[in-house]
C-alpha cells in the first residue's frame, strides 16, 4: 500500500507539473503536517506494540517461576497426593508449553487452554484432600498458596497473548502513511526531484510497520516471545525429585 500510494504520487505530481506554481506550496503544506502527525501515529503504535511485547515476557518468566515453586512445594505433600500431583503438574508445564505454538485464539489455544483448566482442576482438587488430611502441616498450606499463584499466572499470560494493538490504531498508521507519502510524492515529483528519496523513505515506513506488526504477534513472524524459560523448567522437572516424600 505504502509503495503503491508512493507511485501513485509520484505519477500524479508529473501530471500536474505544469501547475508546479499554484499546487506546489498548499502540497507541500499539506505533506509536512501529515508527515508530522504520521510519525507521531508510527511512535505510537510502536511504543504500544514494544510494551505488550515486554508484558508477554515478563509474563512466561513469572509463570515458569510459579510454576517451579508449586513443583518444588508438592514434593512435600504426603502420598499419594504428592506423587500425582508431580505427574500433573508436568503435563500442565507441556500443556503451558505448548501454547508457544499456536495462534491466541485459535482452536488449537482454546483446546491447550481447556486442557490446563482440566489438569487444574485435579490440582486443586489434590492440594486439597492434602489439606484436609493435615490441616496444621505447613507444607499443604504453602502449597496451596504457591498453586493459587500459578492458576493465577497461567491466567495472566493467556491474557496477555491476547492482548493485540487495536486494528484501528493500525489501519489508521497505514492509512495515514500511504496518504502522507503520497502527497510528499507529488510534493517532490512536481518539482521534479527527489523520486528516489521518497521511495526510500516508504520502503523505511513499511519496514517500521511490519515490525510493529511482528511484535503484535507473539506466536507467529520473526520475533516470538521466547519460551526458553519453561522449557528449561520443563526439563529440570523431568529429573528424579530432589525431595522425598514424607513419612
Do not use: C
Not at 501513485?8 to 508529473?14: F, M, N, Y
Not at 505454538?101 to 491447550?112: E, I, K, L, Q
Not at 513472524?221 to 514424607?246: R, Y
Amino acid at each position: 500500500m505504502l509503495l503503491g500510494a508512493t507511485g501513485l504520487g509520484i505519477w500524479l505530481g508529473r501530471r500536474v507539473r505544469h501547475l508546479s506554481h499554484h499546487l506546489k506550496e498548499p502540497f507541500g503544506i499539506l505533506q509536512g503536517a501529515l508527515l508530522g502527525l504520521v510519525g507521531l501515529l508510527l511512535a505510537f503504535g510502536l511504543s504500544l506494540a514494544v510494551s505488550r511485547y515486554e508484558s508477554r515476557r515478563a509474563n512466561i518468566v513469572s509463570e515458569a517461576n510459579a510454576i517451579g515453586t508449586t513443583y518444588l512445594r508438592a514434593q512435600t505433600l504426603p502420598e499419594p497426593m504428592r506423587g500425582r500431583s508431580l505427574d500433573l503438574l508436568v503435563r500442565y508445564t507441556r500443556t503451558a508449553l505448548s501454547l508457544s505454538d499456536h495462534v491466541p485464539g485459535s482452536d488449537a489455544a482454546t483446546a491447550a487452554r481447556a486442557s490446563e483448566a482440566v489438569i487444574e482442576r485435579q490440582l486443586w482438587t489434590l492440594a486439597g484432600q492434602a489439606l484436609a488430611a493435615k490441616p496444621t502441616a505447613s507444607a499443604p498450606r504453602l502449597y496451596v498458596e504457591s498453586l493459587n499463584e500459578m492458576i493465577d499466572g497461567e491466567t495472566t499470560r493467556v491474557a496477555a497473548l491476547s492482548n493485540r494493538v487495536p486494528t484501528a490504531v493500525l489501519l489508521l498508521e497505514v492509512i495515514g502513511a500511504s496518504v502522507a507519502l503520497g502527497l510528499l510524492a507529488a510534493h517532490l515529483a512536481i518539482g521534479g526531484r527527489g523520486v528516489f528519496v521518497v521511495v526510500l523513505a516508504s520502503s523505511l515506513i513499511a519496514f517500521l510497520l511490519l515490525v510493529t506488526a511482528d511484535l503484535d504477534r507473539p506466536t507467529r513472524g520473526l520475533i516470538k516471545v521466547p519460551d526458553s524459560v519453561l522449557s528449561e523448567q520443563l526439563d529440570s522437572m523431568t529429573q528424579p525429585p530432589a525431595a522425598t516424600a514424607p513419612g
